[in-house]
């Protein structure tokens, strides 16, 4: 993603997940409840994508987040340098995405996530699994009813299909997110991806 910036990638994956689907832009728009003009701009690779844009498009299409951020590995051994990587922004977190990977049957994404003091990230819910390992800080964690506050080495999973939030503790907070799809979540076809 770094190599060619997330709004880019962004809009020839966007593109071409909406082409392998046979979905016009203003079909998108209606699933994603997203602005036709908004997805034009994103598709154009001009957009300034948000978490709860990405996550939406991704909703919409049924097809994990990597499938709209990831660009094709170059070479056998991949780098992934922090500062090359764009952040996509939210409501209290900056989320960037390090690395998909595709081993048999399964699917993953691997994420840095800071969490910024006095707001709270809501999610209305998502495919798969996430797991955090908090790095520095307290992060509060709310999913289906329940709470948990979560310090330094501390880990975290539950199913992402309901609303959840993250809200960080007296301070920020910098955590790593792993999200584990099940095996059907890989879109069919071809398009860049990281394996």
């Known amino acids: 993603m770094a190599a060619m910036g ?29 602005a036709k003009g908004t997805l034009s701009q994103l598709e154009s690779g001009s957009g300034n994508p948000t978490i709860e844009t990405v996550f ?8 994990p987040v990597s499938a709209l951020l990831s660009d ?4 056998d051994l991949v780098l992934v340098r922090s500062a090359e990587i764009d952040v996509l922004s939210g ?16 699917l993953f994404e691997i994420y840095t996530q800071d969490v910024r003091p006095d707001a709270v990230q809501h999610s209305d819910g998502h495919p798969g699994i996430e797991h955090h390992i908090v790095l520095s800080g307290r992060l509060r964690v709310t999913s289906r009813g329940r709470t948990e506050e979560l310090g330094p080495g501390d880990y ?7 609303p959840h939030g993250y809200e960080a503790v007296d301070g920020p907070v910098r955590s790593v997110l792993l999200l ?3 095996p059907d979540a890989a879109p069919a076809g071809p398009g860049p991806h990281l394996s």
Not at 72 to 75: F, H, I, Q, S, V
Not at 91 to 106: C, F, N, W, Y
Not at 156 to 162: K, T, Y
């Open 72 to 75: 094709a590995p170059t070479a």
């Open 6 to 34: 997330a709004g880019r990638v962004l809009g020839l994956n966007l593109r071409a997940r909406r082409d392998e689907q046979g979905i016009s832009l203003s079909e998108l728009a209606r699933r994603s409840g997203i």
């Open 56 to 63: 939406s498009l991704s909703n919409a299409l049924g097809v």
């Open 156 to 162: 975290l999973a539950f199913r992402a299909g309901g």
């Open 91 to 106: 409501d209290a977190i900056d989320l960037r995405m390090v690395r998909r990977l595709e081993p048999a049957g399964g």
């Open 180 to 182: 584990e799809y099940p």
